[in-house]
């Protein structure tokens, strides 16, 4: 009797064609990758026609769910009247970006760079900063990630993200405001922010003495949520501007009402920086990638520039929706009280299960940090990819990261409601039950 071959599905077709033809770094989560299909607002389906909640939003870059039809409508219209010319020559477009971004940031950020990236972001601030000042240090922070050039890898501070011919000449990295694994041993508050002072003893002995600029995640991201106390950045920002520096904010993954109540995250710790870069969730799932610092800096910027596809009129036309749309649906209030129920709910499953070592972030951006010992604190990566594929199996996409890969991004749409947190907490619930340590 002949054996019939084992029909191959859709996503196994896909998923041995990624092997193949795609660099075997590209990192996928899942044993068995989940080959997405469609989707729609907060719900993703694979090509099975499995249905998702989505809690990770394409790493914190659908930030109003995704085919919102407020964002496709203006987008599909501007891809039929204009779809690309550069920044050679002027459009409507990027003008009226520029001029949305200018009324909501902070301070006296007024003029903008566009690219297609965060890491183009942060390439560009660097460099605009080492222009401004004269001087080459940079100062970033330990568990940081900055992007996937070299530049940007040599500001990052993880080895995992740190695998290659990675040159880090001018850059030092200072002690991360890590409190829940305090480096130097301290519990906040009574440390008095120890990790902070750290900044000038370290521009002190590990630069020229003169910097360029500070550059941090006001929450790290890929870090793993990690969330400075309150007084971190104004201590550090006053340190900075004593060595001549630039305060850099890298609002790649905390910008455009992920935290809550302000538009960007630094705007929480009451400091408002020189240059700031963005990207992600600025544009709903649309490639972009913005530098925006004052007039002044803007101006010192020496010799030519242009951006290939940085400010095409697309792109602009998507984040110039995206930003009306969070303004008229109200979503920096909505990311701020949906956020504190959802957090409220992940403290109760922390007093439930022993794993769950921190809760914490702000806004619609919470981490947990999971551990096989609350007294030891060691990490449990283990569990942390047990749970992804729990709760993927019962329909929940949730991210991960941090320096040990033990720590649950939780990071969905802005727009989403109480009753989406409470279904997401379900499955985390019986996920969890489900986890073997």
């Known amino acids: ?85 550069s920044t050679l020559y002027p459009n409507e477009q990027i003008v009226a970006l520029a001029e949305k971004v200018a009324q909501i940031t902070p301070g006296a950020l007024q003029s903008s760079f566009f690219t297609s990236s965060g890491t183009e972001a942060n390439e560009a601030a660097i460099m605009l900063a080492r ?154 799932g649309a490639p972009i990638g913005a530098t925006i610092t004052t007039n002044e800096l803007a101006a010192s910027f020496q010799g030519l520039t242009i951006s290939t596809f940085g400010g095409n009129p697309v792109t602009s036309v998507a984040a110039k929706a995206t930003i009306e749309f969070i303004e008229e649906e109200k979503l920096l209030e909505n990311s701020h009280t949906v956020g504190a129920y959802f957090r409220g709910k992940l403290e109760e499953l922390q007093e439930k299960y022993p794993i769950i070592g921190d809760v914490r972030g702000k806004g619609l951006m919470i981490g947990l940090e999971l551990v096989k010992d609350r007294q030891t604190k060691e990490p449990a990566p283990e569990a942390t990819n047990q749970l992804l594929e729990r709760t993927r199996d019962h329909g929940l996409l949730i991210g991960k990261g941090g320096l040990y890969g033990n720590v649950i991004r939780l990071s969905p749409m802005l727009n989403i409601g109480k009753a989406d947190v409470d279904e997401a907490v379900r499955i985390l619930d019986q996920s969890l039950g489900e986890v073997r340590v």
């Open 131 to 284: 222009m401004a000042t004269g001087s080459y240090d940079i100062v970033a922070l330990r568990h940081a990630y900055s992007g996937g050039s070299a530049l940007a890898k040599s500001v990052t501070a993880q080895a995992p993200w740190r695998k290659s011919a990675v040159i880090s000449v001018g850059v030092a990295h200072a002690i991360n405001p890590y409190c829940y694994r305090c480096p130097l041993g301290l519990k906040y508050p009574d440390c008095e922010v120890a990790c902070a002072k750290d900044v000038e003893n370290l521009i002190q002995t590990g630069t020229s003495g003169q910097i360029a600029a500070f550059i941090a995640e006001p929450i790290q991201g890929v870090g793993g949520f990690i969330t400075p106390p309150p007084e971190y950045f104004k201590i550090v920002f006053n340190a900075v501007k004593r060595y001549g520096g630039l305060f850099i904010s890298d609002e790649v993954q905390t910008g455009f009402g992920r935290t809550g109540k302000k538009w960007f995250g630094i705007e929480h710790w009451e400091v408002t920086p020189d240059i700031m870069t963005c990207a992600k969730g600025m544009a709903n």
């Open 1 to 85: 009797m002949t054996t019939q071959p084992k029909e191959t599905t859709r996503s196994e077709e896909v998923i041995r064609k990624h092997k193949e033809y795609l660099w075997p770094a590209v990192t996928n989560f899942y044993k068995q990758p989940l080959v997405a299909d469609h989707a729609s607002m907060q719900y993703v389906w694979d090509v099975e026609g499995r249905k998702y909640l989505d809690f990770f939003g394409g790493i914190l870059t659908i930030s109003v769910g995704h085919a919102n039809p407020k964002i496709t409508g203006p987008v599909k219209a501007q891809v039929d009247r204009l779809q690309h010319l």
